[in-house]
T-cell receptor, first 114, second 112 residues
């Protein structure tokens, strides 16, 4: 069973609010990721991190920002939420080796912006 | 950029075999994966295959890889209602960083 946790699981907020989606893992993985999953099910990488103090933008442009101050923690922040940000956000982590590289996923945070 | 395509939906009866297909465009793909997503949950790795393999079998799961045609398939033998989920194909190239490109996902519905 993967030890990666996301909170909140569900969030409904109004336009203009600042939100932070939390992601924590207890596996000591160096690499962490945020994926956005749209209603059509496809996943898009929006942020990733190689380790502490490392953050990179993914393939899909996103207005969100991330930080990696501690190995186990990789929060995602939206300064001013809009309805277009409504989506499911999935956090994942993996070991820092060049093996097959299994991603361990959290259960997701479903965000609805009214 | 890389692209991974899957059919959106598959319906089978319990006890039948299911075959989920995937095509990809990146010829430098090193690893190809199948992930499963159950309702309300994150993705879970089912199996993966290294690009120099043609086939991998793991209990009820059989993965076939045709590297020439860039075609990957997942066969589930004796499909059960508990196999109903969304199945994602994914690929990565060996950059030492597990940046996966996911397919669109195939929703498998198993009826009794």
């Amino acid at each position: 069973e993967a030890d990666i946790y996301q909170t909140p699981r569900y969030l409904v907020i109004g336009t203009g609010k600042k939100i932070t989606l939390e992601c924590s893992q207890t596996m000591g993985h160096d690499k962490m990721y945020w994926y956005q999953q749209d209603p059509g099910m496809e996943l898009h990488l929006i942020h990733y991190s190689y380790g502490v103090n490392s953050t990179e933008k993914g393939d899909l442009s996103s207005e969100s920002t991330v930080s990696r101050i501690r190995t186990e923690h990789f929060p995602l922040t939206l300064e001013s939420a809009r309805p277009s940000h409504t989506s499911q956000y999935l956090c994942a982590s993996s070991r820092g080796t060049s093996d097959a590289g299994e991603l361990f996923f959290g259960e997701g945070s479903r965000l609805t912006v009214l | 950029g890389e692209d991974v395509e899957q059919s959106l939906f598959l319906s089978v009866r319990e006890g039948d075999s299911s075959v989920i297909n995937c095509t990809y465009t990146d010829s430098s793909s090193t690893y190809l994966y199948w992930y499963k997503q159950e309702p309300g949950a994150g993705l879970q790795l089912l199996t993966y295959i290294f690009s120099n393999m043609d086939m991998k079998q793991d209990q009820r799961l059989t993965v076939l890889l045709n590297k020439k045609d860039k075609h990957l398939s997942l066969r589930i033998a004796d499909t059960q209602t508990g196999d109903s989920a969304i199945y994602f194909c994914a690929e990565s190239s060996n950059t030492g960083f597990q940046k996966l490109v996911f397919g669109t996902g195939t929703r498998l519905l198993v009826s009794p």
